[in-house]
């Protein structure tokens, strides 16, 4: 099998999986306990938390361990924004708006929906442009004082886009108001350095970077009120209620500190064939359209839609051929409605039902990228041939 479905998710990293290992079998102390035990889980804890923060460029205080990407989402959205109206200073505008990009991962557009519908706030969408970027501009246009949190992705699950996120940080600073990023699919590929991003917050996920499924970390500036999300025996600072996965902790901390080492190197390989890949796939297939911006994107991100035939029928094709990849995110996989994303970047509903996405692993070699191009070139006529019949 030719896995091409990388921004789903992927394997846990062996150098992580021993990393991991000691915290679920001999030292599997809770970490607030305060016998021995517990001391040496939580010193596992706070060593983790401290190699997170060392590749955020953060202070280890302001990293929080929660159980993915999704939680680290919703924990900035929901706890910047309701921290700012707890923060509020008398005579300041009540903070009641949020600001998303109308491509983000439905983690942060479900969360800001779920403050309009629950706690009486309003949503600015954000547009993106037909390559899937935010201008700064659009972003200055809907950002008010009444804004308590602006959220866009660093880079696209779906397309692949990556965002020019220190200008959209300078223009909601310019207002006042604090910055979080997704920075699930960033992970490994683009600088995660806070400050020099400039961000005031940031979330990231393990199974995307060789940790497993269920961890992830978000680092909010040590200077903003977060109110929790979820509430019990204040652990995480009061943060994050819910005995800490250390053994999480420690893989994410070792597959990040990894990726991060193997940044430069991984990231030109991955652009070089990916770039060799979608020329390929232009040569057997040259009305397929190329999503996503031509040269601001993830190095592993090819995604297309191939005019006239369903994504779907087209990766039943491609996986009867022993090539895996998907038609967008894994989380609407299964929908029949075209994607959000694609929609945004103003593609037609019958064109982005077209959509299909490749995403390569590091692990990818040019042999399985050529037999993958011509899998796909197969597969596609198999479809234009049926849909023709
Ligand atoms: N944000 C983005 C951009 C993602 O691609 C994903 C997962 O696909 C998530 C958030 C959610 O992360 P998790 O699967 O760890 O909950």
């Known amino acids: 099998m030719i896995y091409l479905d990388a921004a789903a998710t992927g394997p846990v990293r062996r150098e992580v999986l021993e990393a991991m290992w000691p915290y679920l079998a001999g030292e599997f102390g809770n970490a607030s306990s305060h016998h021995e035990l517990g001391a040496r889980a939580r010193d596992g804890l706070e060593a983790a938390r401290a190699e997170v923060a060392d590749v955020l460029g953060c202070r280890p205080s302001e990293v929080t361990f929660t159980s993915g990407g999704t939680e680290a989402d919703n924990l900035a959205v929901k706890g910047i924004a309701l921290g700012q109206r707890t923060a509020r200073r008398p005579g300041l505008p009540v903070p009641d708006r949020v600001a998303v990009s109308a491509i983000e991962h439905p983690a942060v557009l479900e969360s800001a929906r779920a403050l309009a519908r629950l706690h009486g706030m309003w949503v600015d969408e954000v547009p993106v442009d037909g390559t899937g970027r935010v201008a700064p501009e659009a972003l200055a246009a809907v950002v008010r004082p009444e804004t308590a949190l602006v959220s866009v992705m660093y880079a696209n699950n779906e397309v692949g886009t990556v965002q020019p996120v220190r200008e959209l940080v300078a223009a909601a600073h310019a207002a006042g108001v604090p910055f979080h990023t997704d920075a699930v699919q ?80 991984a990231a030109a390989r991955l652009a070089s064939l990916r770039d060799a890949f979608v020329e390929r796939v232009l040569e057997l297939v040259p009305d397929a359209l190329v999503t996503g911006h031509p040269t601001e994107r993830l190095p592993g991100s090819a995604s297309f839609c191939f005019p006239r035939v369903s994504g779907e029928s087209v990766l039943l094709e491609l996986e009867r051929r022993g090539v895996v990849c998907s038609s967008g995110s894994a989380c609407a996989a299964g929908s029949s409605d075209p994607s959000h994303v694609l929609l945004a970047m103003g593609i037609e509903p019958e064109v982005a039902q077209t959509a299909v996405r490749f995403t390569l692993p590091p692990s990818i070699t040019a042999d399985d990228l050529g037999q993958a191009a011509e899998a796909l070139g197969e597969a596609y006529a198999a479809v234009t041939g049926i849909a023709r019949r």
């Open 186 to 265: 960033a992970a490994g590929w683009l600088p995660l350095a806070v400050r020099e991003l400039g961000v005031d917050a940031l979330s990231v996920s393990g199974h995307k970077i060789g940790a497993p499924k269920g961890v992830g970390a978000l680092y909010v500036a040590g200077r903003l009120t977060l109110e929790p999300v979820l509430d019990g025996g204040g652990q995480e600072r009061g943060q994050r209620s819910g005995t800490e996965n250390v053994a999480g902790a420690v893989a994410l901390a070792t597959a990040l500190r990894l990726a991060e080492a193997e940044r430069t190197t």
